[in-house]
C-alpha cells in the first residue's frame, strides 16, 4: 500500500501502544493518536499550537481562580491589610479617657492591647515619615507584619512597605531616625526588623505601605538623650499619653457586645477599624487579569477549534478508510471526541500546576507592592470546576467538526486528495 494511502503516517506513540494495549475502543485510540500526531499522510496537523492555546487558556484561569480567591480572602480579613484589632481609640488631639485602659484590662471579653504614646514626622535616612510609637499592653501588638518580626526593643523599627522603598531599607539594614522639635534635633540609629502593614491611623498619615512604627521605650530613646534630664523626659512622654488605644475582641458573642458597649460608651474617641481606600481602588484593579484570563481562555478555545477543523479536513481520507472498515456515524464523532479530550487533558496536565505557581506569584508581586499581607489561596473546588470546565467545552467544541465529519460519505472521502 502507497503512503498516501496509510491511514498512520507516522510512528505511533508511546502512549497510544499503552492505550491500545488496554483493551481501549478503536475510537479512543485513534482519537488519542490524531490528538499527538502531527502528520497525517503529506500534511501537516497544527498539534503545536493547540498544546499551546490549551495549555495557556488552561493557566489563565488557574491563575486567574487563584488571584480572584486571595482578593477576596484578602479583603475578608482585616488582619491581612493591618487591622487585627477590632476596636481604635483615638483622642484626637484631645486628652485621653483615664477611665478607659482599666476598663479594658479588666475586660474578659477584650484579648489583646496596644497602647500608643502619639505619633509624628521624623526624617528617616532623610526621608520625611509619619512614625506611629506603641507597645503591647495585653497580647501582641496589634499591627500586622509583612515579613520579619515587630519592634520589641529600643532600637528597632519597622517599616511599609512603600517607605522601606523610599528611604532605601531593607530587613536588616540601619536607618538613621533624626527628630527635630524645637530646641531639640537627635539623629538615632533603627535597625529595620520587620515590613508592616499599618492600619489607616493619623488622619490616613500612615497606613498599608506607608508610615513606621517602633516601640514606645524607641520613642523615649529618640526624644531623650542620656543626661540629668532624661528621667523628666520620659515621666513627660507617659504623662502625654495621646497616642490611642487599639483592641482585639473574642470571636464569641461577648466579643460583639463589648464592640457595642464602647462604642457607645466612648462614642467620641471609639472607631471600628477603617478600610484603606487604596485597598478598594485596589479591587478595580483585578479587572486587568480577569480580562486579560478571558482573553487566554479565548484563545485556547479558538486554536482548538481550529486543531479539530484542520484536522478533520486534512483527514478526511482517513475518515473513509475508517468508514469504509465499519466505523458508524458514532465511532467516528467519538474519534473526534477523544481528540479533544485528550488535548484538554493535556493542557489540564500541565496548566493547572504552572497556573497555580503563576497565579500565588502573580499575586504575592501585587500584594508586596501594595503594602498588605501576602496570604494567597488556592480555591481547590473552583479548580476542579474549571477542570471539569475544559473538559466539557472541549467536547461542545467537538460537536461541529465531528457532525461534519459524520456527514461525509466514505466514497467522496477517498476520493479527496
Request: glycine fraction near 12%.
Amino acid at each position: 500500500m502507497r503512503s498516501g494511502d496509510q491511514a498512520v503516517a507516522s510512528r505511533p506513540s508511546v502512549v497510544v501502544a499503552q492505550l491500545a494495549a488496554t483493551g481501549a475502543p478503536p475510537s479512543a485510540v485513534i482519537g488519542v493518536r490524531n490528538a499527538l500526531q502531527r502528520r497525517s499522510g503529506g500534511s501537516t496537523v497544527p498539534v503545536g499550537s493547540a498544546f499551546l492555546g490549551t495549555v495557556l487558556a488552561v493557566i489563565a484561569l488557574c491563575g486567574t481562580a487563584v488571584f480572584g480567591a486571595s482578593l477576596s480572602h484578602l479583603t475578608a480579613t482585616p488582619r491581612l491589610y493591618g487591622d487585627p484589632f477590632q476596636l481604635s481609640f483615638n483622642p484626637n488631639g484631645g486628652p485621653s479617657d483615664p477611665t478607659l485602659l482599666p476598663r479594658l484590662e479588666h475586660d474578659s471579653a477584650i484579648t489583646g492591647i496596644t497602647k500608643g504614646a502619639g505619633g509624628g514626622e521624623l526624617s528617616i535616612n532623610k526621608v520625611i515619615t509619619w512614625t506611629l510609637a506603641a507597645s503591647p499592653v495585653r497580647g501582641r501588638p496589634l499591627f500586622s507584619t509583612v515579613d520579619g518580626h515587630l519592634p520589641n526593643g529600643a532600637g528597632q523599627i519597622a517599616l511599609g512597605a512603600t517607605t522601606m522603598r523610599l528611604v532605601g531599607a531593607h530587613l536588616g539594614s540601619v536607618v538613621h531616625v533624626t527628630i527635630s522639635k524645637g530646641a531639640l534635633k537627635r539623629t538615632v540609629p533603627f535597625r529595620v526588623v520587620s515590613q508592616v502593614s499599618l492600619p489607616v491611623l493619623a488622619a490616613g498619615s500612615v497606613g498599608l505601605g506607608t508610615g513606621a512604627l517602633i516601640t514606645i521605650p524607641g520613642l523615649e530613646h529618640l526624644f531623650c538623650p542620656p543626661n540629668p534630664g532624661q528621667l523628666a523626659c520620659r515621666q513627660r512622654l507617659e504623662n502625654q499619653g495621646d497616642g490611642g488605644i487599639l483592641a482585639s475582641v473574642a470571636s464569641d458573642p461577648r466579643g460583639q457586645a463589648a464592640i457595642s458597649h464602647y462604642l457607645d460608651s466612648y462614642s467620641s474617641i471609639a472607631t471600628l477599624p477603617i478600610t484603606p481606600t487604596s485597598l478598594v481602588n485596589f479591587g478595580e484593579t483585578v479587572n486587568f487579569p480577569l480580562i486579560f484570563g478571558a482573553m487566554l481562555a479565548v484563545f485556547g478555545v479558538a486554536t482548538l477549534l481550529h486543531l479539530l477543523v484542520v484536522s478533520v479536513t486534512r483527514r478526511r481520507r482517513e475518515i473513509g478508510l475508517l468508514k469504509v472498515l465499519g466505523f458508524v456515524n458514532g465511532q467516528v464523532a467519538s474519534t473526534v471526541a477523544w481528540q479533544a479530550t485528550t488535548l484538554a487533558l493535556v493542557g489540564i496536565v500541565l496548566g493547572v500546576p504552572i497556573g497555580l505557581v503563576v497565579g500565588q506569584a502573580v499575586w504575592r508581586a501585587f500584594a508586596n507592592n501594595l503594602g498588605v499581607v501576602p496570604a494567597p489561596v488556592v480555591p481547590i473546588w473552583l479548580i476542579v470546576v474549571l477542570v471539569a470546565g475544559v473538559l466539557t467545552v472541549a467536547n461542545v467544541i467537538a460537536i461541529a467538526p465531528a457532525l461534519a465529519a459524520t456527514r461525509s460519505k466514505p466514497g467522496e472521502l477517498l476520493r479527496t486528495s
